[in-house]
């Protein structure tokens, strides 16, 4: 990858991660409706995934924790905040919130509050791509959890038996909350599963920018190509709780991982680079990411007029 | 005016809608069937209604899926989310148990969590109904509970003109919709209209006029409460028959128009005996027309308990006109 890649995914990286530091706090401060759960640690992978798509042709589904797939995607930072919080102004005038983000204008086909529902919902999407021939594909995200859901095993067979062009990306976190995912899935190899499904598969390091930028784009040009499904399992760790406030106490600090935006840091300050320029691009990613979070804080709440026109609808 | 029997003009209404619409594709279960098997003659699903629309419109829009309704009814949600009109067929009502995170939680909700910025134009076919020995799990009727689901229209047709018409009102509507057919009734035959016209969602039908109680009824049900509207009749009792045609949206105008003129009102339903559409449209009536009643409203619905599978013992299970008859009677003199 070229300097100018590596800076340019550092910047957006950084953002997102300053994106959830800022959620977070307004969290605390009892800003935030409902529970977030913040994308820490899948950062790199995300975007890597993205620089691959072709959006908004290629739709993309997510599980509860997409706000770090939005923003990788290019989904309008103000929009999103304001959905998270439930104020006005955001995505679907906060009649969704964190784990219901619809953005379909950038590629956000939609996220999901159902581990793995989202997953046969991405079939539909290849399935209007390859019947309308758009030329675009699918691709559904979702964790080692959902790799053991009923709607994943069977998605993956239909997208096989119908030749749906959707890429599969399995982030394999390691939890499905608390639960390990060494426990909870019988026989550990996800990617054996998909193989044994018909499936190309391919298992990346998530934390690596290098490799994970080129196997997603082998993986989503062989999708298109083909119009075949693949499937990526990308290793990525989990940062923070499975959502903001988790104690973890069913988790040591031992092994925990180490930071992949510090990788990539480490990555661009071996090349030659001038004096301070890694801490001038964090500093302003976290800067643009907090005017964000506090112009969508101070915005009001959402109104009841979306309610209203559904609710008169639904009595007409 | 032709001749049909439901299944038949259910049949033709997809040749009609597929024709006259591209985006409009049809997936399910054996609905061309023998796929994958080499020779062999179409089987056009378990009931015939889609017969003849792989031959006519291809496989790329008439697609046999594996047994998973999970993954075909949410792929189908997701196509409806993308541009494409999607009739997808489960092909009995129990399935739903296997896939309802896929009709409750996305295909319900993906419309009002987008703020409308997207339709849904889902049309969900299944097949509905006891009384044919089909057992505990192929025998149920399920569209009370499915109407309890924010953001689902549910409805159940007793004619061929019905059937037809409502399927073409489902696949134009802008949010997902459930289509319910009784298996007893695939073979009931009526005069329709040469063009099959659409039934409008939420709208009703008085099948049978009447002065001295109002008997609401849908499906296999409405053809019930007729024969026992016209036994009725011989002891001096005339009630009016009520077919809603559509669980949800009610069209509650035209139920209370009639309670308000007979102050009686029968529901007879093959749906749950508790909490289901009987005891809903009790509920909404009794709080709208109060004062209108002369009597305690009346719920004929089948015994509170999985269907039964022996004939002597589904026929205990599951009401017929001669209880919708009894109960009438019972209610006049009270």
């Avoid at chain 1, 784990?99 to 290849?126: C, D, T």
């Avoid at chain 2, 009526?190 to 099948?207: C, F, I, N, S």
């Avoid at chain 2, 009630?239 to 003129?261: C, F, H, N, Q, Y």
């Avoid at chain 2, 004062?291 to 599978?309: F, N, R, S």
Wanted: net charge negative; proline share 4%.
């Amino acid at each position: 990858m070229e300097l100018e890649d590596l800076t340019l995914m550092f910047e957006k990286a950084h953002f997102i991660r300053a994106f959830e530091g800022a959620l977070a706090a307004a969290s605390d401060a009892g800003e935030v409706p409902g529970l977030v759960h913040l994308s820490n640690g899948a950062e790199i992978l995300e975007l890597a995934v993205a620089s691959a798509l072709d959006l908004p042709k290629d739709q993309v589904t997510g599980s509860h924790r997409s706000h770090g797939i939005a923003l990788s995607l290019g989904v309008d930072p103000l929009a999103l905040a304001c959905e998270i919080l439930g104020r006005e102004g955001g995505l679907s005038e906060g009649l969704g919130g964190t784990q219901h983000l619809i953005a379909p204008e950038s590629g956000l086909l939609g996220s999901n509050g159902i581990v793995g529902g989202q997953v046969p919902l991405a079939l539909g999407a290849a399935l209007s791509a390859k019947t309308l021939k758009t030329g675009g594909i699918a691709v559904s995200y979702f964790g080692d959890g959902a790799a053991n859901q009923g709607a994943v095993l069977e998605s993956l067979n239909l997208a096989v038996v119908l030749k749906l062009p959707v890429l599969f990306v399995c982030e394999n976190n390691g939890f499905g909350q608390s639960t390990a995912s060494a426990y909870a899935a019988g026989g550990t190899s996800l990617l054996g599963r998909a193989r044994a499904f018909g499936l190309a598969a391919a298992h990346v390091d998530g934390t690596d920018p290098l490799e994970a930028t080129k196997t997603a784009h082998r993986l989503a040009a062989w999708v298109r190509d083909t119009g075949s499904p693949a499937f990526l399992e990308a290793s990525v760790p989990r940062l923070s709780g499975h959502y903001h406030g988790d104690a973890e106490r069913y988790r040591t600090t031992d092994g925990r991982s180490t930071d992949p935006l510090d990788r990539l840091e480490g990555m661009i300050l071996s090349r030659d680079v001038p004096e301070g320029l890694v801490e001038d691009m964090k500093s302003r990613a976290h800067a643009d990411a907090l005017a964000i979070v506090d112009e969508a804080t101070a915005a009001p709440d959402a109104s009841d007029t979306a309610l209203e026109a559904f609710m008169a609808e639904a009595q007409a | 005016m032709t001749q049909m029997t439901l299944s038949q003009a259910l049949n033709r209404a997809h040749h009609d809608v597929m024709a006259a619409d591209d985006h409009i594709i049809v997936i399910g279960e054996d609905i061309h069937g023998g796929s994958g098997v080499t020779g062999g003659q179409e089987l056009g699903g378990v009931f015939g209604v889609t017969r003849g629309l792989a031959s006519r419109f291809g496989a790329g829009r008439v697609i046999d899926t594996p047994i998973s309704e999970t993954a075909f009814v949410g792929m189908a949600t997701g196509a409806a989310m993308t541009g494409l009109k999607p009739i997808v067929e489960v092909m009995f009502c129990d399935f739903m148990g296997v896939c309802f995170d896929q009709i409750m939680n996305q295909a319900a909700k993906a419309r009002f969590l987008s703020n409308g910025r997207f339709d849904l134009p889902l049309t969900i076919r299944t097949t509905m109904g006891a009384g044919d020995g089909s057992g505990a799990m192929h025998s149920q009727s399920t569209f009370g509970m499915l109407s309890s689901v924010a953001g689902l229209m549910v409805a159940c047709p007793s004619s061929p003109a019905d059937a037809a018409g409502l399927l073409k009102s489902a696949v134009a509507a802008k949010g997902p919709t459930i289509l319910m057919e009784h298996k007893g009734l695939y073979g009931h035959a009526d005069t329709v209209e040469d063009d099959l016209p659409a039934v409008k969602l939420g709208k009703g039908r008085v099948v049978r006029e009447g002065t001295d109680l109002t008997i609401i009824a849908v499906s296999a049900f409405v053809h019930k409460a007729e024969a026992a509207a016209e036994a009725l009749k011989k002891d001096g009792i005339e009630a009016e028959v009520i077919d809603p045609r559509t669980i949800k949206p009610l069209d509650e105008a035209l139920i209370l128009e009639s309670v308000k003129k007979t102050g009686r009102l029968l529901v007879a339903s093959e749906d749950a005996a508790f909490a289901g559409f009987a005891d809903a449209v009790i509920s909404f009536v009794t709080r709208a027309a109060f004062a209108d009643l002369k009597a305690a409203p009346v719920a004929v619905t089948p015994l509170d308990i999985p269907v039964p599978y022996g004939r002597k013992a589904e026929a205990k299970w599951l009401p017929t006109a001669e209880t919708i008859i009894k109960a009438a009677k019972q209610m006049m003199e009270a």
